[in-house]
């Protein structure tokens, strides 16, 4: 058997329907004209010009925003955070993609905000309104004046949703984002669960274009146990869907090899219409949860506009020659990562060296 396991963007191209075609070419029309706004606000040094095209531009992200909520209003397997909540939370959302988005905003305060965002999706995820019932946590506190204080606080009661759950890791970007994840469990279950984990190394090469690129899993350095994901609820908390290529590439494999998952939840900070789309195409009974959508992909299979790699603004930049693995990553996350998420940290420790 092969060590490695390849995917192409011809392949999940072919999942797209015609429907689904047109509404890119039409979301690609409407962001060519953006980008001639881009190059405007870029280079002139005309105060009306640029008030002129920033009305324009807004005018053009609006028209974008609409054809993204028509494409997917009738697909019940992706959900936007924005399209799907009320009005008054979505300028909260909205500034905090904005400071994420922000080339000048540091390392630091990126994993402020990365933290935020799964706070929300997991709330939008698995805390809302059709949750069964309540639990409650009964916590003592310091107070002990005139006797021993306890507080109740009653939780959604997502123990059923949850305790089936294994948190499926697409490195590299991912890791930490899956931790995240998996603590927002472990304190929302009202046991305290600790997601197992599932960690695949899957690259995609980046010499290639959107339109030929190949998705690559090294199973050599990929750490899971397939009979721990048969009949499991998979969690992929990536926080970009760009194409959607590596996501399919794992799901394809594991269902090859006989895992059959009780569901697939792909959670995003940032979904592209176009990865949105081929993740509910290409697996079927997958859904997509994601705190915001953007319109396209350039011919590099970057989100546009995007935010970068999210993966080096999460843990920095590795050598070309000397990419760091599992263990050396949680290293460089540093003493006060490693206690907030102990039992996560742990967790992993065990799934790579079989502790």
Same mark, same amino acid.
């Given at each position: 058997?092969?060590? =490695?396991?390849?995917?192409?963007?011809?392949?999940?191209?072919?999942? &797209?329907?015609?429907?689904?075609?047109?509404?890119?070419?039409?979301? =690609?029309?409407?962001?060519?004209?953006?980008?001639q706004s881009f190059e405007v606000l870029s280079t002139s040094q005309s105060e009306r010009r640029l008030a002129g095209e920033k009305t324009r531009l807004i005018e053009l992200y609006n028209q974008m925003?609409?054809?993204?909520?028509?494409?997917?209003?009738?697909?019940?397997?992706?959900?936007?955070?924005?399209?799907?909540? /009320?009005?008054?939370?979505?300028?909260?959302?909205?500034?905090?993609?904005?400071?994420?988005? +922000?080339?000048?905003?540091?390392?630091?305060?990126?994993?402020? #905000?990365?933290?935020?965002?799964?706070?929300?999706?997991?709330?939008?995820?698995?805390?809302? /309104?059709?949750?069964?019932?309540?639990? =409650?946590?009964?916590?003592?506190?310091?107070?002990?004046? @005139?006797?021993?204080?306890?507080?109740?606080?009653?939780?959604?009661?997502?123990?059923?949703?949850?305790?089936?759950?294994?948190?499926?890791? *697409?490195?590299?970007?991912?890791?930490?984002?899956?931790?995240? *994840?998996?603590?927002?469990?472990?304190?929302?279950?009202?046991?305290?669960?600790?997601?197992?984990?599932?960690?695949?190394? !899957?690259?995609?090469?980046?010499?290639?274009?959107?339109?030929?690129?190949? #998705?690559?899993?090294?199973?050599?350095?990929?750490?899971?146990?397939?009979?721990?994901?048969?009949?499991?609820?998979?969690?992929?908390?990536?926080?970009?869907?760009?194409?959607?290529?590596?996501?399919?590439?794992?799901?394809?494999?594991?269902?090859?090899?006989?895992?059959?998952?009780?569901?697939?939840?792909?959670?995003?900070?940032?979904?592209?219409?176009?990865?949105?789309?081929?993740?509910?195409?290409?697996?079927? +009974?997958?859904?997509?949860?994601?705190?915001?959508?953007?319109?396209?992909?350039?011919?590099?299979?970057?989100?546009? /506009?995007?935010?970068?790699?999210?993966?080096?603004?999460?843990?920095?930049?590795?050598?070309?020659?000397? @990419?760091?693995?599992?263990?050396? &990553? !949680?290293?460089?996350?540093?003493?006060?990562?490693?206690?907030?998420?102990?039992?996560?940290?742990?967790? !992993?420790?065990?799934?790579?060296l079989g502790l």
């Amino acid at each position: 058997m092969s060590d =490695h396991v390849v995917l192409t963007a011809k392949d999940l191209d072919g999942y &797209l329907t015609d429907q689904d075609r047109d509404g890119l070419r039409r979301m =690609h029309e409407l962001y060519d004209q953006a980008i001639q706004s881009f190059e405007v606000l870029s280079t002139s040094q005309s105060e009306r010009r640029l008030a002129g095209e920033k009305t324009r531009l807004i005018e053009l992200y609006n028209q974008m925003g609409a054809l993204m909520q028509e494409i997917t209003g009738s697909e019940s397997a992706v959900r936007v955070y924005s399209f799907e909540t /009320p009005k008054e939370t979505h300028g909260e959302v909205s500034r905090l993609i904005a400071k994420l988005r +922000d080339r000048r905003t540091q390392h630091s305060e990126f994993l402020y #905000y990365v933290q935020r965002a799964y706070e929300l999706l997991f709330n939008f995820s698995f805390g809302g /309104p059709d949750s069964a019932g309540k639990n =409650h946590l009964i916590v003592r506190t310091p107070v002990d004046d @005139p006797v021993q204080n306890f507080a109740v606080h009653k939780i959604p009661d997502v123990d059923s949703a949850l305790e089936n759950s294994v948190m499926c890791v *697409m490195l590299r970007g991912a890791l930490l984002p899956s931790i995240m *994840m998996s603590k927002e469990i472990q304190e929302y279950t009202s046991t305290g669960y600790v997601t197992p984990f599932a960690l695949f190394r !899957i690259r995609r090469e980046e010499s290639r274009k959107e339109a030929d690129m190949e #998705y690559v899993l090294d199973l050599q350095r990929s750490f899971f146990d397939l009979e721990t994901l048969d009949g499991k609820d998979l969690i992929f908390a990536d926080p970009m869907n760009a194409t959607a290529g590596s996501l399919v590439t794992i799901v394809q494999y594991l269902r090859g090899q006989g895992v059959r998952p009780r569901s697939i939840q792909f959670i995003n900070i940032i979904a592209a219409l176009k990865g949105a789309l081929r993740t509910v195409r290409a697996l079927g +009974d997958a859904s997509v949860s994601t705190l915001w959508m953007d319109p396209v992909l350039n011919e590099a299979a970057f989100i546009l /506009p995007g935010l970068g790699d999210a993966g080096d603004r999460l843990n920095g930049a590795d050598l070309s020659d000397s @990419p760091r693995n599992i263990i050396q &990553l !949680i290293a460089d996350y540093g003493a006060t990562i490693a206690n907030l998420y102990r039992a996560q940290i742990r967790e !992993i420790e065990r799934t790579v060296l079989g502790l």
